[in-house]
């Protein structure tokens, strides 16, 4: 099973940031998560929220602002006195190029980002030959449907809200890899259907030992959790 720290390892340094990705390198995850939205001048940033108040304290909209503009901003959230600038994709994808971490890029949906995302998104990711490495998830079966119009080879993830037995169709619908459940969702029989149908089938956020340990057994192929240090001392006990 496959760990992917959410927005890095976000529990222990500022969430989406250099700092939190490189953390989740040191805790060795298999992966990291990240949020990307289009700056206003359609540069792929790094970030969860569409505004920047909760995590960099100032109140803009994110495509309100240049990439230039938003990576002066230091996104240190309650790290008070670190200096943690919002980075753009390239910015991550160019340090992970030279590590062997999988890239879950989570496409946010909001009307700057559903008519251009893909493309960007996709760009930076073939500029560093990361397109074997990098899973390209969204709530949006929209913005998965655009994805795979751009590149069919892309592996895609849908995130799933709605009812679970329309979960195969959408998903199949979207032409998603996978899916990528709450783990409120999680049971063993959903599991091996989902993977008896060729999807891939992660689940978020799980940041116990013992949620951990469920999703293992229930035959998860990748657990998504602010904790990938307490994740990794899980796996390692259970092998
Ligand atoms: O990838 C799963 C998870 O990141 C989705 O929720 O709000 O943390 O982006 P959120
Ligand atoms: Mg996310």
Same mark, same amino acid.
């Given at each position: 099973m496959d760990i992917f720290?959410?927005?890095?390892?976000?529990?222990?340094? *500022?969430?989406?940031?250099?700092?939190?990705?490189?953390? @989740?390198? @040191?805790?060795?995850?298999?992966?990291?998560?990240?949020?990307?939205?289009?700056?206003?001048?359609?540069? *792929?940033?790094? /970030?969860?929220?569409?505004?920047?108040?909760?995590?960099?304290? /100032?109140?803009?909209?994110?495509?309100t602002l240049s990439a230039a503009d938003l990576t002066k901003c230091n996104a240190n959230g309650r790290w008070k006195g670190l200096h943690t600038p919002i980075p753009t994709l390239d910015k991550v994808l160019q340090w992970g190029m030279h590590t062997p971490l999988l890239f879950n890029i989570e496409l946010k949906s909001s009307p700057t980002n559903d008519a251009h995302a893909p493309e960007k998104v996709l760009e930076s990711v073939f500029q560093y030959s990361l397109q074997k490495r990098c899973i390209v998830s969204s709530f949006s079966a929209e913005l998965l449907t655009h994805v795979k119009k751009v590149d069919d080879a892309i592996e895609t993830a849908w995130l799933p809200s709605g009812p679970v037995r329309e979960w195969s169709a959408q998903a199949n619908a979207c032409r998603a890899n996978g899916i990528h459940m709450n783990q409120r969702f999680a049971n063993k029989r959903l599991v091996s259907r989902l993977?008896?149908?060729?999807?891939?089938?992660?689940?978020?956020?799980?940041?116990?030992?013992?949620?951990?340990?469920? @999703?293992?057994?229930?035959?998860?192929?990748?657990? /998504?959790?602010?904790? *990938?240090?307490?994740a990794r001392a899980v796996m390692k006990r259970q092998s």
């Open positions: 720290a959410h927005r890095g390892a976000s529990k222990a340094a *500022p969430e989406n940031t250099m700092a939190s990705f490189q953390l @989740a390198l @040191a805790n060795d995850s298999d992966g990291v998560e990240l949020d990307v939205h289009l700056s206003a001048d359609g540069v *792929p940033v790094v /970030i969860h929220d569409n505004t920047l108040l909760r995590t960099a304290g /100032i109140d803009a909209e994110v495509h993977r008896s149908e060729q999807l891939y089938v992660r689940v978020y956020t799980v940041n116990t030992a013992l949620g951990t340990m469920l @999703a293992r057994r229930m035959g998860f192929d990748g657990v /998504i959790t602010d904790k *990938p240090a307490m």
